[in-house]
């Protein structure tokens, strides 16, 4: 239990951190979206009984495809995918920051795509469900 505590507390507030640096040009409101995404993230990677499923790849892939499905981005899968290619190639494993990295990018470039629509939390939000819909069926 204190294993799993020190890892989520250690989890949220490097995310942050890497939430601040990475996303510093986007709207307030978008950053608040990417904070609820990474709190949940952390969440279902700490407390989530089976690890291979709460793997951050496996629960950011799932993500992105709740992006691309809401988001309309498929028409731009190869440039999603090669964005994927050079992040997963950098992580070189499971680490998180990495994968959060992508999703942010992914985030990033679904607002542009969808910019003046107001579709930010929608798109958000079904990144957020098929995320934990991956976790079970």
Known sequence: MVRRSARWIGSVALLLLANAVLHAGISTTD???LDLFGDIFAR?????VDEAKSEPWRLIDAAAQGLLKTGENESRLDELKSIRARYRERSKG???YDALGYFGDLFERSLSKEAGTGNNETLMMAAIAQMV???DP
């Open 94 to 96: 499971t680490n998180a």
């Open 133 to 135: 819909a991956a976790l």
């Open 31 to 33: 950053r608040r979206l």
């Open 44 to 48: 279902v990677r700490s407390d989530y």
